[in-house]
């Protein structure tokens, strides 16, 4: 009788610590929405066109000041994952977005309003706000009100710094097909569940992929 006590008491403790672990832990164990991979694909799409609008309708070696944080690629993801401890992907995501909000906004605000390409990227920046809006709506509002680890806290109080109080030294040169390459490269990797294969695996935090990619669309000499 009181083994049986005990073995039932052991019984519901467990089941309780793993019911609390899953209440604590929502975020990390639901798939992404159908909805934010729909959101993230039609803006893919639009990115597809990043070649021809960034690059063409730009001088050579064209630039434009973002800020440190904003050249935002893989190796940041891969770096942070290493070294933040207890890292949550959804934190990640949350700065994606916050990244790269503002390099959409730089990247219109040095075009005329007759540049060639302001109309693609006016277009892209909706998409992308659009997908913004879905990524808000699929999590319960105190997940975005939940303390960030000190890292991930000090980046994003960098991004949303007033550009006067911002010193010279954390500005960096970039260019527009770059920054949208991040953009592109970045969300595969955050939101990889979105942009999966049915034939293989791909590892889209992977920088070896991307180049992989980039030579199978290099056009042969004539």
């Known amino acids: 009788m009181f083994k049986s006590m005990v073995q039932l008491s052991t019984s519901v403790y467990l089941l309780g610590g793993l019911l609390g672990l899953f209440l604590l832990s929502p975020v990390m164990m639901a798939p992404t929405p159908a909805s934010m991979c729909t959101a993230l694909k039609t803006l893919n799409g639009s990115l597809s066109n990043r070649r021809r609008y960034m690059k063409h309708n730009f001088p050579i070696n064209y630039t434009i000041r973002v800020h440190y944080e904003e050249v935002f690629k893989l190796s940041n993801i891969n770096r942070m994952r290493l070294h933040v401890e207890g890292l949550d992907e959804l934190v990640l995501q ?66 949303t710094e007033e550009p006067s109080r911002v010193p010279e030294s954390s500005w960096r040169s970039a260019s527009p097909k770059s920054l949208l390459d991040n953009l592109c490269h970045t969300m595969h990797c955050l939101f990889s569940e979105c942009f999966a294969s049915t034939e293989t695996k791909q590892d889209y935090c992977s920088v070896s992929h991307w180049k992989k990619g980039k030579k199978k669309n290099v056009r042969p000499r004539s």
């Open 94 to 159: 949350r700065l994606w977005f916050q990244v790269n909000r503002g390099v959409l906004k730089k990247i219109i605000r040095v075009m005329p309003e007759r540049h060639p390409s302001r109309q693609y990227t006016t277009e892209l920046e909706r998409r992308f706000r659009d997908a913004e809006g879905v990524f808000v709506q699929s999590h319960p509002a105190e997940v975005f009100q939940q303390e960030l680890p000190e890292s991930i806290q000090d980046t994003w109080d960098h991004l």
